[in-house]
């Protein structure tokens, strides 16, 4: 569920779903039926792990200020945990490799 959702609903866990015709038994057939306030969450470790990555990024890109190795470590956990990618074990990616996203778009603020 990770690809094609806005950074909105990957923040919220939620989305609006609309469909184009829904049959109810016993009720009826409706059309250009929207549904709000869908939960989406990831379902793989493969997903999970890039839905917590860009959920720290677009954080760390939205509040640049220089941060430690362990604040960057309760960042991610806090916005990994008691959310639905809590379950799938995200990691944070090594430093190096973190320091290297970054270093590749200049934003070198960020550590």
């Known amino acids: 569920m990770f690809d ?12 609006t779903l ?3 015709h829904v049959d109810v038994p016993g ?6 039926v929207t549904l709000e306030d869908v939960p989406v969450g990831p ?3 493969a997903e999970a792990q ?5 959920r720290l990024d ?9 941060c430690s190795r362990g604040e960057v470590r309760r960042l991610f956990a806090e916005l990994s945990e008691g959310t639905p990618l809590e379950r799938f074990g995200p990691t ?12 590749s778009t200049k934003r070198l603020d960020l550590f």
Request: charged letters at 30%; one cysteine or more; aromatic letters at 10%.
């Open 4 to 15: 094609g959702r806005t950074d909105a609903e990957q923040d919220n866990f939620r989305m």
């Open 58 to 66: 677009r954080h760390m890109r939205r509040n640049p200020a220089y």
């Open 50 to 54: 890039r839905w917590a990555c860009a």
């Open 92 to 103: 944070l990616p090594a430093h190096d490799e973190l320091a290297r996203g970054y270093l």
């Open 43 to 45: 379902t793989s470790v």
């Open 27 to 32: 009720e009826g057939s409706y059309a250009d």
């Open 18 to 20: 609309t469909i184009d």
